[in-house]
């Protein structure tokens, strides 16, 4: 529905990006919740003057999974106090017209009647069970596919997920605009990870070629960087030579490449590889992280040498 606000939330698992969900807030139904959430997602309030602590889902962990349920997320206190909201600590539950009808049903956490924060969690089937109890606020409209991704992690007996999954970038998507799912991963793949997130389906035959055959060569080259998991370093290495003869502006072939250096043990050439992609690709966190890591083992390799060196001419 058109003037509902659209926000996002781009998910990591283990570390490793795994996609983007784009929701839809009913502002027409639930006003006050909905505004909570897509602040929330912005950061524009800024720091809580309650807890000193960003209003900001931002770095915030999914930290419960209840598998044919929910996943939970949204503690911006670092669970210290179960979240705040951006109007105190907690406020009231607006109505309990919205149902949790269907996967993907965004709702209220709370721990008794009027005690909403900053948690939240989306359904992965019908809850009925939770009906008049949480308030619904918004529903999945593209990523349901990630949710299922998330869903499938395993867990401790308290529900806790084995891998951190985490909320690395959030914000509101303007009116109008793309949600940025095709091409999410910025390696040229025009086609979403997950049929249901496709805009349209078209009924052309060759359509559907065009992108078979496209999906066909992002496998051959996803199997290719999974040469690195499987420690064959040497081929990893010998893939991204020729991806990047293709594509010398190639950013997965060259943080892929990095990581080939770093099991090689050659932090120097990694280096190189982590800042030529950062300059492709300024704002993706999991490359910075790589760069920052690997400048860390070059300085502590210099401090190390230095002393030695030290200790020779003493």
């Known amino acids: 529905m058109e003037g509902r606000p659209k926000c996002f939330l781009d998910i990591s698992i283990g570390g490793e990006l795994e996609g983007r969900i784009v929701v839809e807030l009913y502002n027409n139904v639930v006003p006050k ?9 912005t950061g524009e309030l800024g720091i809580s003057p309650i807890s000193g602590r960003p209003l900001h889902f931002k770095g915030i ?14 503690d911006i206190s670092g669970g210290e106090s179960g979240g ?9 539950d607006e109505n309990f017209e919205l149902r949790h009808e269907r996967k993907g049903m965004l709702s209220m956490v709370n721990v008794g009647p009027n005690t909403n924060g900053s948690q939240f969690f989306i359904t992965t089937t019908q809850t009925h069970q939770y009906n008049g109890k949480h308030v619904v606020f918004g ?12 869903e499938h992690v395993d867990v401790d007996p308290d529900n806790g997920p084995l891998l951190d999954i985490v909320i690395e970038d959030c914000g509101e998507i303007p009116e109008g ?9 910025k390696d040229g793949d025009t086609y979403p990870d997950w049929p249901s997130d496709l805009d349209s389906k078209s009924d052309d035959f060759t359509w559907w070629v065009t992108a078979a055959d496209c999906i066909k060569v992002f496998g051959n080259e996803r199997f290719k960087a999974c040469k690195l998991k499987m420690e064959d370093i040497e081929g990893a290495l010998w893939d991204t030579d020729f ?18 250096f770093i099991a090689l043990g050659d932090i120097d050439s990694a280096a190189e590889c982590y800042e030529k992609a950062l300059e492709l690709e300024p704002n993706d966190g999991g490359i910075k992280r790589e760069l920052t890591a690997t400048k860390k083992k070059i300085a502590d390799r210099h401090s190390k040498e230095k002393k030695t060196y030290t200790r020779m001419f003493m």
């Open 243 to 260: 991806a990047l003869r293709d594509e010398e502006e190639n950013v997965k072939a060259h943080f892929r490449r990095g990581q080939a």
């Open 177 to 185: 605009e793309d949600y940025g799912i095709i091409n999410f991963f």
């Open 139 to 150: 529903r999945v409209i593209k990523g349901l596919g990630v949710i299922r991704s998330i």
């Open 33 to 41: 919740t909905a505004e909570n959430f897509r602040a929330l997602c």
């Open 84 to 92: 705040e909201s951006i109007y105190g600590s907690t406020f009231e």
């Open 61 to 74: 962990p999914f930290h419960r999974i209840v598998k044919g349920a929910l996943i939970q997320g949204g």
